[in-house]
């Protein structure tokens, strides 16, 4: 069992910037991590995923080079910085862990947070 701890979240004005970070514990393999979201009243999405194997990092096409995921794996955590958010960013974060070498953003994570809430004011 994986456990994950969020922090970072918090209210913004447009065009502000956050980073969330993600303290990861319990049985860990190496595996993807990564970070979703979800608004209320629409489906949840990928933000950004760290594929351990081939180093690759996934972005959701929304992300626009506005933010940057990485990962400190002698501490397992991963961080989100934000920059340039706008008010449809608005939503609850969630860090996500699965067992896996090979991920993207469409891969089924198995491990989640609690979540962080973003909120960001035009």
């Known amino acids: 069992q994986v456990q994950l701890q969020e922090s970072g979240g918090g209210s913004v004005q447009s065009g502000g910037s956050l980073t969330l970070s993600c303290a990861a514990s319990?049985?860990?393999?190496?595996?993807?991590m990564g970070w979703f979201r979800q608004a209320p009243g629409k489906e949840r999405e990928g933000v950004a995923v760290?594929?351990?194997?081939?180093?690759?990092?996934y972005y959701g096409d929304f992300v626009k080079g506005r933010f940057t995921i990485s990962q400190e794996n002698a501490k397992n955590t991963i961080s989100l910085q934000m920059s340039g958010l706008r008010p449809e960013d608005t939503a609850m974060y969630y860090c996500?862990?699965?067992?896996?070498?090979?991920?993207?953003?469409?891969?089924?994570?198995?491990?989640w947070g609690q979540g962080t809430q973003v909120t960001v004011s035009s």
């Open positions: 996500a862990y699965a067992g896996l070498r090979y991920c993207s953003l469409n891969t089924e994570f198995t491990d």
């Open positions: 319990g049985y860990l393999s190496r595996g993807c």
């Open positions: 760290i594929s351990p194997g081939s180093g690759n990092r």
